[in-house]
């Protein structure tokens, strides 16, 4: 291992935006880090660019942990999405330089393999249950253990999760965001539907999964929970938003369905209370967002103590660099739950060649040394950034809500 030459950032927009983060090192040698923060790219950009990359020339690139106490202590201003990312790209980087170093796969410095693959969860939605129904389908037939179905609401004209593209989900859009309309009671009311005919046509062998969107209260979240039981999910995500870890208490004692938070965290303070108190199931942090394998490990190490189960953001905002990183953590790490996954267009898996692969419901992080993603930068810099933005949500009076 040797000394940090140089390092650069990359935009890319192969079908959506993606950020990379590029370390090169004296003996020719490079690491690579997911730095995308959908629709805020370009803060992690110039983050990167102004702020960290002229601190790493010349640092020893085997310090991985020193160079993550020196960005998140040694920045004064600590945590937030945008520095978390950031950080979370360099470690990244650095975790697949020490592996390519030591001529193996990242998994094998993590602890080695815990599993013979990475359980993973497609995403199937349609217009109406019916659709929603044979899209599940679909997914079973292709080998997924696991499926999450989103549906659209009767009287809404969209809803999170219901695609406009019939192969590829993708949320972000207009450089200024659109303006979606939101109703809980529509919702409230038709999401037990949905999965009472799931179950009705699959039976219960396919693990199902629901992701709210943090749109709903506390004690609408525990209403949602209870009626969802008798389908038995593998989990209901983000219920409501999670900056009050204690109003988890609320669902909590109201229903069994287990609980998945944190793919907006970006540290182990936000999810700490829900963790200790058993408020939570899954815990959905991913390397880039809060803060890479570093810390990702410390977080689901406090999981583990407490029977929560990683199950780790994997939309398409993520990039493969992101899921490549991601799988070696998911191959080792001992309270692994599951990985969420969902197809990068052909566009973008012809800039980012790797050597991770989906096999009959499984992701297998492959072999290659670090963690086996490399970018095309040729082919990158044929796709120039363009700024999209995640929508804005509005119930039907007008008033701003979650999106
Ligand atoms: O809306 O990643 O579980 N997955 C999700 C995603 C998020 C996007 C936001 O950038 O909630 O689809
Ligand atoms: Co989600």
Not at 118 to 137: K, R, W
Not at 235 to 243: G, I, S, V
Not at 293 to 310: E, F, G, K, W
Not at 357 to 365: Q, V
Request: proline content about 6%.
């Amino acid at each position: 291992m040797s000394r940090i030459a140089e390092a650069r950032v990359i935009a890319t927009c192969p079908g959506r935006n993606f950020i990379t983060l590029k370390v090169v090192t004296e003996d020719g040698l490079h690491g690579l880090g997911d730095a995308t923060l959908n629709g805020r790219e370009m803060a992690v950009f110039s983050y990167l660019n102004d702020h960290v990359i002229p601190t790493l020339i010349g640092r020893d690139a085997a310090r991985i942990e020193d160079t993550w106490q020196y960005l998140y202590r040694g920045a004064y201003w600590r945590r937030g999405p945008v520095t978390m990312t950031a950080i979370g790209a360099v470690d990244t980087a650095l975790w697949d330089l020490k592996a390519k170093a030591a001529g193996m796969p990242l998994y094998q410095l993590l602890g080695g393999r815990s599993r013979d693959g990475v359980l993973c969860y497609g995403h199937a939605n349609g217009e109406d249950v019916a659709a929603t129904v044979e899209e599940v389908g679909r997914y079973l037939k292709l080998g997924y253990k696991a499926v999450r179905a989103q549906c659209g609401v009767p009287g809404l004209p969209s809803t999170y999760g219901v695609s406009k593209d019939k192969m590829f989900y993708e949320p972000a859009g207009a450089a200024v965001p659109e303006e979606n309309v939101w109703s809980s009671e529509k919702y409230l009311n038709s999401v037990p539907e949905l999965f009472s005919a799931l179950r009705k046509e699959y039976g219960f062998t396919p693990h199902l999964l629901h992701d709210v969107h943090h749109r709903l209260t506390p004690i609408e979240a525990g209403r949602l929970g209870k009626a969802l039981e008798p389908y038995a999910l593998f989990w209901m995500e983000d219920p409501t938003p999670a900056e009050n870890q204690e109003s988890f208490r609320l669902i909590r004692s109201h229903t069994t369905t287990p609980l998945a938070v944190g793919e907006i965290f970006n540290a182990i303070w936000d999810c700490k209370d829900l963790i200790e108190n058993q408020l939570i199931d899954y815990i959905r942090c991913t390397v880039t967002h809060a803060g890479g394998i570093t810390h990702l490990r410390q977080i689901a190490a406090l999981a583990a103590l407490h029977q929560v189960r990683t199950g780790c953001h994997g939309a398409t905002d993520l990039s493969p660099v992101s899921m490549g990183a991601a799988l070696h953590f998911d191959l080792s790490v001992p309270n692994f739950g599951i990985q969420e996954y969902m197809r990068h267009t052909p566009e973008t898996d012809a800039v980012f060649p790797r050597a991770w692969r989906f096999d009959n419901g499984y992701l297998h992080p492959g072999e290659a040394p670090g963690h086996g993603v490399d970018i095309n930068e040729a082919l990158a810099a044929e796709h120039p950034y363009r700024p999209a933005s995640l929508p804005v949500n509005r119930l039907e009076d007008g008033t701003l809500w979650h999106w």
